[in-house]
Structures are given as C-alpha cells and as structure tokens.
C-alpha cells in the first residue's frame, strides 16, 4: 500500500545578534580576514540560518509556525532578531 504524499514546504529562519550586542564570533572573522589580506571589510555580523521542512500546505500557518518555533527556541530575543521566508 502506498504512502499519502505530505505536502511539504521549506522554511528559512535567520538569526542575528541584534544591533548594538557584541559580536565576537563577527569581530573574529573580521580579525581573520584582515589577517588573510581582505581589505575593506568594516564590520561582519554572524549569524545562523535554520532551514525547517514543515508538513503544511498553508503558507501562512508555516510561516506563523515558524515564527512561534522562532520565538520560543531558535533565537534568544533578548539578544537576536529572527526573521522567516518560505524558500
């Protein structure tokens, strides 16, 4: 007996430390980079990106999904601004 085919759909969550919130893994790369004779570079944010493969056919209840998965683990929002596209 065949399987049901789940619609799926792809969800990116970014997460980045906000403005103003030290960034030691950014100031490293910078360092790094300089040391590796780019020029130029004058500031590096890093981040995460989560890629999530929802079983939803709504966009909107993926993305609200997301958001709330966003939210309640995958950024410390003291800290880290989130935001979700549907890839």
Same mark, same amino acid.
């Given at each position: ?26 100031? &490293?790369? $910078?360092? #790094?980079?300089?040391? *590796?004779?780019?020029?130029?570079? =004058? !500031?590096? %944010? ?19 999904? &997301?958001? $709330?998965? #966003?939210?309640?683990? *995958?950024?410390?929002?003291?800290? =880290? !601004?989130? %935001?979700?596209?549907?890839?």
């Amino acid at each position: 007996m065949k399987k049901p085919v789940v619609k799926t759909m792809k969800i990116r969550v970014d997460v980045m430390p906000k403005e103003g919130v030290l960034d030691p893994q950014g100031k &490293a790369i $910078s360092h #790094a980079l300089a040391t *590796l004779g780019f020029k130029g570079v =004058e !500031d590096v %944010r890093a981040g995460k990106v989560i890629v999530l493969e929802v079983a939803e056919k709504n966009r909107e209840k993926a993305v609200e999904s &997301a958001k $709330s998965m #966003a939210e309640k683990l *995958l950024a410390n929002q003291v800290i =880290e !601004d989130y %935001r979700v596209s549907v890839l």
